[in-house]
T-cell receptor, first 113, second 108 residues
Framework: DVKVTQSSRYLVKRTGEKVFLECVQD?????MFWYRQDPGLGLRLIYF???????EKGDIPEGYSVSREKKERFSLILESASTNQTSMYLC????????????FGEGSRLTVL | AQRVTQPEKLLSVFKGAPVELKCNYS??????LFWYVQYSRQRLQLLLR??SRESIKGFTADLNKGETSFHLKKPFAQEEDSAMYYC??????????FGAGTILRVKS
């Protein structure tokens, strides 16, 4: 059973703080993704990675960066959190076969005050 | 840019009634489309993909290239179908573009 684990389910941070969201998958998937989920806007892709040390910008990368030093781990970094980054963040992974089937984590709900 | 449109934020039906969740897309190429579902307090998960032409939990979806649609249908709704449903379009690799989502509420 594929497991994608997001280390923090709920976070509350202050404006300007640096925030790290961690994601680990245990199925040796090549691809990993970070989305944010907002009511009325659906899921929007922030960054993704097809391989270790590789990253590509998604549709809304501004204000975010990522790190993928190991195949199983994909981190999302908010260098200086702002209130408009209050959201649910979803991590996902998928195989290199590119089937379009993504496996999602439970989500990290971030509130920036 | 590729887009996925789900025109309804909320669809409310009675148990046993037919369900149709609408999805329209724009894509310059041969599209691959998916429906994902998120039940209350559960992870987002794949429901079905158009390539498989399968029925999952009684749901089907047919790709209509002429109308650029991929509507999700079920003849008789059940209470356990209540969830958030997302239509998604595969751009390349595993990169998916999602619609805004539709909440399906099945009333008893």
């Amino acid at each position: 059973d594929v497991k994608v684990t997001q280390s923090s389910r709920y976070l509350v941070k202050r404006t300007g703080e640096k925030v790290f969201l961690e994601c680990v998958q245990d199925m040796d998937h090549e691809n990993m993704f970070w989305y944010r989920q907002d009511p009325g806007l659906g899921l929007r892709l922030i960054y993704f990675s097809y391989d270790v040390k590789m990253k590509e910008k998604g549709d809304i990368p501004e204000g975010y960066s990522v790190s993928r030093e190991k195949k199983e781990r994909f981190s999302l970094i908010l260098e200086s959190a702002s209130t408009n980054q209050t959201s649910m963040y979803l991590c996902a992974s998928g195989t290199g076969a590119n089937t379009g089937e993504l496996f999602f984590g439970e989500g990290s709900r971030l509130t920036v005050l | 840019a590729q887009r996925v449109t789900q025109p309804e934020k909320l669809l409310s039906v009675f148990k046993g009634a037919p369900v149709e969740l609408k999805c329209n897309y724009s894509y310059s190429g041969s599209p691959e489309l998916f429906w994902y579902v998120q039940y209350s307090r559960q992870r987002l998960q794949l429901l079905l993909r158009h390539i498989s032409r399968e029925s999952i939990k009684g749901f089907t979806a047919d790709l209509n290239k002429g109308e650029t649609s991929f509507h999700l249908k079920k003849p008789f709704a059940q209470e356990e179908d209540s969830a958030m449903y997302y239509c998604a379009l595969k751009e390349y690799g595993n990169k998916l573009v999602f619609g805004a989502g539709t909440i399906l509420r099945v009333k008893s």
